[in-house]
Every structure is written in structure tokens, then in C-alpha cells.
């Protein structure tokens, strides 16, 4: 498993492609090819994972879903708001239009390591919700 941790502001370029954050590209197993899913997050963001990451945590969890038109529609969902993206030998994905579309079209965004994946965040989208994410830890009463 991957342990994508920080976080880091990167700019797209013309063609919209990310170069993925170098301490992330360092952490991808060899098996991976180079391949990740690109998905749309519940909040306003991107979900980037790693295709072995993808296959072990979204693809199991879909398959023990219990049999039914829920399971079938969290399939469709995900067939239809999730693409197979190459990294190019510069480090780069190429996130398509419509992904960006779906955050606001940023030429800038703001990569956020979430453990096992990345998300992509347009920076005000991340600074609102990062206010949340404070004040969630410093009341809650989870700590390690």
C-alpha cells in the first residue's frame, strides 16, 4: 500500500496534464506500469489512484456490494465518472477536460495525498474545505 502523504500546488499545463508530485511518483510499485484511475470525488475533487490501489480498494468494494440495482448503479457511476490515465516518461497525466470541468476548470490545483491515493483539488475549493478538516481534528477526540 501506498502512503501518499502532504500536500503540494501544482500548475496544469496548456494541455491539462499534472506532473504528479516527485515524492509521489517515487512511491509507485514497479507492477503499476505507470497506470492510474481517475475518478470524481464526492466533494469538489479528483480522486487519483494508483490502478493496483484502484482494483484492490473501489473494484473489491464494488463486487461485495450486495447484488441488487444499488450495486448496479454504483457501477454504472463509476464506469461512467472514472477513466484509466498513463504517466508519461516526463511524470505528467493528462486529466481530461471534463474531469477538470467537474472542479471548476483550474489552471492550478492543489495535490493531496490521502494515504492509498491522491486527490486534486482547485486551491480555494481545498482552503475552504481545509478549515473544516481543522476543526474537525482539533474537536474531535481521535488522535494517534
Same mark, same amino acid.
Given at each position: 500500500?501506498?502512503? =501518499?502523504?502532504?500536500? =503540494?500546488?501544482?500548475? /496544469?499545463?496548456?494541455?491539462? !496534464?499534472? %506532473?504528479?508530485?516527485?515524492r &509521489? !511518483?517515487r512511491?509507485?510499485p514497479? @507492477?503499476?506500469?505507470? %497506470?492510474?484511475v481517475i475518478? %470524481?470525488?464526492? +466533494?469538489?475533487? /479528483?480522486?487519483?489512484?494508483p490502478?493496483? @490501489?484502484?482494483?484492490? %480498494?473501489?473494484?473489491k +468494494?464494488?463486487?461485495?456490494? *450486495? *447484488?441488487?440495482l444499488?450495486k #448496479?448503479?454504483?457501477? #454504472? &457511476?463509476?464506469?461512467?465518472?472514472s477513466?484509466? /490515465?498513463?504517466?508519461?516518461?516526463?511524470? #505528467?497525466?493528462?486529466?481530461?477536460?471534463? =474531469?477538470?470541468?467537474?472542479?471548476?476548470n *483550474? !489552471?492550478?490545483?492543489?495535490?493531496?495525498g490521502?494515504?492509498?491515493?491522491?486527490?486534486?483539488?482547485?486551491?480555494? +475549493?481545498? +482552503?475552504?474545505?481545509?478549515?473544516?478538516?481543522?476543526r474537525? &481534528?482539533?474537536?474531535?477526540?481521535?488522535e494517534?
Amino acid at each position: 500500500m501506498q502512503n =501518499f502523504l502532504g500536500n =503540494f500546488d501544482c500548475t /496544469l499545463d496548456s494541455k491539462g !496534464r499534472l %506532473m504528479i508530485p516527485a515524492r &509521489f !511518483r517515487r512511491q509507485l510499485p514497479e @507492477e503499476n506500469s505507470g %497506470m492510474y484511475v481517475i475518478s %470524481m470525488g464526492k +466533494e469538489k475533487c /479528483l480522486n487519483l489512484y494508483p490502478l493496483q @490501489e484502484w482494483n484492490e %480498494m473501489v473494484v473489491k +468494494e464494488l463486487h461485495n456490494l *450486495p *447484488p441488487g440495482l444499488n450495486k #448496479r448503479k454504483y457501477i #454504472r &457511476f463509476y464506469s461512467k465518472k472514472s477513466l484509466t /490515465l498513463n504517466i508519461d516518461k516526463s511524470g #505528467r497525466v493528462a486529466i481530461p477536460s471534463s =474531469f477538470l470541468k467537474g472542479i471548476g476548470n *483550474p !489552471r492550478k490545483v492543489t495535490v493531496v495525498g490521502v494515504l492509498n491515493y491522491m486527490e486534486i483539488w482547485s486551491p480555494d +475549493e481545498y +482552503e475552504k474545505i481545509s478549515q473544516d478538516i481543522d476543526r474537525t &481534528f482539533l474537536e474531535g477526540d481521535w488522535e494517534y
